[in-house]
């Protein structure tokens, strides 16, 4: 899984142990997938702003923050 390292690394930054079938766990692999989805929207030129396309990375950026938050 390529997403794993930053699943670790997440949970190393929030001072836990991810563990995959709880709550946390779910946390931390959408955090993941959303660092994953908002790279590689950036690298195709997509910024963070107001128009309908430039929204979904903020609120991607947004849920990624809420989920790092409670946890």
Known sequence: DILRPLVEAAAVI?????V??????RRFRRIAD?????TMAIHENVLPGPN???YVIRRLMRRAGL???QL
């Open 52 to 54: 309908k396309q430039n």
């Open 34 to 38: 959303h660092v994953r989805a908002c």
């Open 67 to 69: 989920d790092g938050h």
């Open 14 to 18: 929030c001072g836990q142990k991810y």
């Open 20 to 25: 995959p079938g709880d709550d946390n766990g």
